[in-house]
């Protein structure tokens, strides 16, 4: 049915800087313009990567993944704990959590294609196409998921666009690929591994430090 429309944030603001109500407000507001604009609610959100990005999952505030699960979303797209889908839990004690999607930054042309200050710096487009393959390669093999992210400014360059084209044909000529949208692997998920029977809480090895990506 064409491509999903997912939700991305109200202005690209840093919602970690945000009161909880404030947040709530523009997390509602994006909602409802994408569903007038689209005929669809989005079910899914991806967070806003903001300078320095010091957290794991990019601009998120102690309270997103509560709001997104009070608001209803199925997923929130940027989960960097795990190459498969796994769950972000917001309260330990109710088991409150959200499916969460793997992305990972060498899966995003932009850190192949701008400048330094964001990534390796203006590659040669053959690299980021190895590295697309590798990934997708490495993930098939494993049975995992590979979610790429591509951006107008930066793969949609004459010189760049054949390596998109290039890596798509790749990935069509593996057998039995499915290639769905990440609405529709959230629901494979949601329906094949709930929480409900597959979160399994156990008290964690690890320890919050100022600063940590834990």
């Keep these: 049915d064409g491509h999903e429309i997912a939700a991305h944030g109200f202005k690209h603001e840093d919602v970690s800087q945000l009161e909880r109500d404030d947040e709530r407000t523009r997390l509602q507001r994006t909602t409802e313009i994408l569903t007038a604009a689209t005929g ?120 760049r666009l054949p390596v998109l084209e290039r890596f798509l044909d790749h990935a069509r000529g593996l057998p039995q690929l499915w290639n769905a949208t990440s609405a529709q692997c959230a629901r494979h998920w949601l329906a094949h591994y709930p929480a409900a029977t597959h979160l399994k809480l156990e008290p964690s090895i690890w320890q919050d430090y100022p600063g940590s990506l834990s």
């Design 40 to 159: 669809a609610r989005p079910t899914g959100w991806f967070s806003l990567p903001r300078p320095g990005d010091k957290f794991a999952g990019g601009a998120v505030s102690p309270h997103t993944i509560d709001l997104l699960i009070e608001a209803g979303y199925d997923y929130f797209g940027n989960g960097l704990a795990d190459d498969a889908p796994h769950y972000w839990v917001s309260d330990f004690a109710t088991r409150r959590a959200i499916l969460t999607l793997p992305y990972y930054y060498h899966f995003d042309d932009q850190y192949f294609l701008l400048f330094p200050k964001k990534g390796t710096g203006l590659e040669n487009p053959d690299s980021l196409l190895r590295n697309w393959n590798a990934e997708l390669d490495a993930q098939y093999r494993r049975g995992r998921h590979f979610s790429m992210v591509v951006h107008p400014h930066a793969i949609g360059w004459p010189s």
